[in-house]
C-alpha cells in the first residue's frame, strides 16, 4: 500500500524556520516526482514546491521561492521542506503529494494525511 | 507563471443532474490538465489526468475534456457522494498551479 506519512509541522513565530519531512513506502520512490500542496483553512489548494526524480529539477511557486527548500533522500525514501522567514500567510495543513510520472511536474496521485503549519505571533 | 481560473465557483444540482465545471488555463497547456475531487476532513483524490484519462476506480460518470487553453469536468449523473469540492490542476511545468476551487452543493 502506497503511504505517505508528514512530520515537522507546529506552531511556530514569524521569521522562524521549520524543516517538513515525508516518509514515503509501499512504492519505488526514486521513480516518481514529488511535490508540497498546502491548504490554508476554509481555503483552497496551493502547489508549494516540486522535485523530480533525481532531485536535479525543482519548481516554487512566487510565494514561496527564496524562502523554502525543497529535497529529497532517495535512500532514505524521505521528501522534506525547509521553510525559512515563516510569515502568518503560511498557515496551512502541508501535504506531500506523489506525481504520477518520474518529472514531477504532472497530477498528483497520492497524498498524505497533511501536517499543520501555524504561524503566529 | 500559469494562472487557472475556474468557473463556477459554486453549483446547487440535485441528485440525478449532469454538473458542468470549466477550468481556463492562462496559456496553452496542451492536455496537461488534471481534476481532483476534495471532501472536508480529506486529502484530494485524482479523477481525471490528462485531461480525459480517468483515474483507475474513478466511476465513469466523471469525464473531463478540452485542450489548450479550456477544459471541462463533467458529472453525468450526481451521486450523494458526488457532493464536494473540485479544483484543476495544471501540470505542464513548473511551477504548478490549482483552480480556486468549485463548491458542489445539494440543491
Known amino acids: 500500500e502506497v503511504q505517505l506519512v508528514e512530520s515537522g509541522g507546529g506552531v511556530v513565530r514569524p521569521g522562524g524556520s521549520l524543516r517538513l519531512s515525508c516518509a514515503a513506502s509501499g512504492f519505488t520512490f526514486d521513480g516518481y516526482g514529488m511535490s508540497w500542496v498546502r491548504q490554508a483553512p476554509g481555503k483552497g489548494l496551493e502547489w508549494v514546491s516540486g522535485?523530480?526524480?533525481?532531485?536535479?529539477?525543482?519548481g516554487y511557486a512566487d510565494s514561496v521561492k527564496g524562502r523554502f527548500t525543497i529535497s529529497r533522500a532517495n535512500a532514505k525514501n524521505s521528501l522534506y521542506l525547509q521553510m525559512n522567514s515563516l510569515r502568518t500567510e503560511d498557515t496551512a495543513l502541508y501535504y506531500c503529494?506523489?506525481?504520477?510520472?518520474?518529472?514531477?511536474?504532472?497530477?498528483?496521485?497520492?497524498w498524505g494525511q497533511g501536517t499543520l503549519v501555524t504561524v503566529s505571533s | 507563471d500559469i494562472q487557472m481560473t475556474q468557473s463556477p465557483s459554486s453549483v446547487s444540482a440535485s441528485v440525478g443532474d449532469r454538473v458542468t465545471i470549466t477550468c481556463r488555463a492562462s496559456q496553452g497547456i496542451s492536455s496537461w490538465l488534471a481534476w481532483y475531487q476534495q471532501k472536508p476532513g480529506k486529502a484530494p483524490k485524482l479523477l481525471i489526468y490528462?485531461?480525459?484519462s480517468l483515474q483507475s476506480g474513478v466511476p465513469s460518470r466523471f469525464s473531463g475534456s478540452g485542450s489548450g487553453t479550456d477544459f471541462t469536468l463533467t458529472i453525468s449523473s450526481l451521486q450523494p457522494d458526488d457532493f464536494a469540492t473540485y479544483y484543476c490542476?495544471?501540470?505542464?511545468?513548473?511551477?504548478?498551479?490549482f483552480g480556486g476551487g468549485t463548491k458542489v452543493e445539494i440543491k
Open positions: 522535485i523530480n526524480w533525481k532531485g536535479g529539477t525543482t
Open positions: 490542476q495544471q501540470a505542464n511545468s513548473f511551477p504548478l498551479s
Open positions: 490528462a485531461a480525459s
Open positions: 503529494a506523489r506525481a504520477v510520472d518520474s518529472s514531477g511536474h504532472a497530477a498528483i496521485d497520492c
